[in-house]
């Protein structure tokens, strides 16, 4: 691939890859393609895609390579970098929404997200509601009010699909754990008092609810079992449609339709 050709400055820039935007813009090509995977899709080229938690990602990726796209709102809750996008995407499929939602490592001061919080936005208006990157730094009160906000976003038929930490070790996935193990801290041997502990406490079946993994850092790492993940969905208005192992490019992932 050549060279990036919409360029975002890096202190807009957020996520593990912030400092290479051309691996940043491979990743968004690949969240794109599986997108249209998932919903049998030969391309995004009809669909209307809410990115909540938008970063720039996706919107380097569809410049990228052009990638089909019928229309796309990024909300985000890092007012620069949505000024920015504004200013800078001249293109009329794009659209981008600032909200001051509160999350403990990104907008500490912002309101608080619940069911009631509101989008100037459509309802039942989007196809696809992703969120890449953002349900990892959710706490549990903000993977639910975050589910039944964007609930009234989405078309009958829609899907919303986010990716999350789920504690688990997954053979082969670049799983959340895979990386703590391969670099593991003086800090994690306190904490677990060795990898070997560590690794069969991740493989426990019974693993705890919920894990701010390192409170120095509130929310930096949102870890869910399995079990509290797929319970925290009943009552949101979505049922779940499949809850994905990792693959290169993504943690865990999981698909929901509205009900
Ligand atoms: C790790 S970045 C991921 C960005 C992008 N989705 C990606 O995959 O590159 C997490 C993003 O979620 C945004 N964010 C965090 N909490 C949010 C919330 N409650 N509502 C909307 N965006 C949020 C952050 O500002 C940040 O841009």
């Not at 491979?26 to 970063?55: H, P, T, W």
Request: proline letters at 5%; aromatic letters at 10%; a negative charge.
């Amino acid at each position: 691939m050549s060279d990036v050709v919409f360029k975002v400055p890096n202190h807009l820039r957020r996520g593990n890859v912030k400092h290479n935007q051309l691996e940043s813009v491979n990743q968004g090509v690949a969240l794109i393609k599986l997108m249209a995977r998932e919903f049998g899709l030969q391309d995004l080229g009809q669909s209307r895609v809410l990115d909540m938690g938008c970063g720039c990602k996706l919107v380097q990726a569809f410049k990228q390579e052009d990638l089909p796209l019928g229309e796309y709102v990024g909300v985000d809750v890092f007012p620069d970098l949505i000024e920015f996008l504004q200013n800078e995407v001249d293109d009329p499929r794009f659209h981008f929404q600032y909200l001051n939602s509160h999350n403990a490592m990104y907008n500490p001061e912002g309101e608080p997200l619940s069911e009631n919080t509101r989008l100037q936005l459509d309802e039942e208006s989007f196809d696809i509601i992703c969120l890449f990157s953002v349900f990892t730094h959710l706490a549990p009160h903000d993977y639910v009010a975050m589910l039944k906000m964007l609930r009234r976003y989405v078309k009958p038929g829609g899907r919303i699909i986010f990716s999350l930490f789920l504690n688990e070790a997954t053979e082969g996935g670049h799983a959340f754990w895979d990386g703590v193990v391969r670099d593991w801290t003086e800090n994690q041997e306190k904490i677990f008092g060795g990898k070997d502990e560590f690794i069969e406490s991740v493989q426990d079946d019974e693993p705890v609810d919920f894990l701010d993994w390192d409170p120095s850092q509130p929310l930096k790492w949102a870890i869910y079992s399995r079990k509290n993940a797929l319970r925290l969905v009943e009552g949101t208005g979505w049922e779940v449609e499949s809850l994905n192992d990792p693959v290169d490019i993504i943690q865990h992932y999981m698909i929901c339709r509205p009900i």
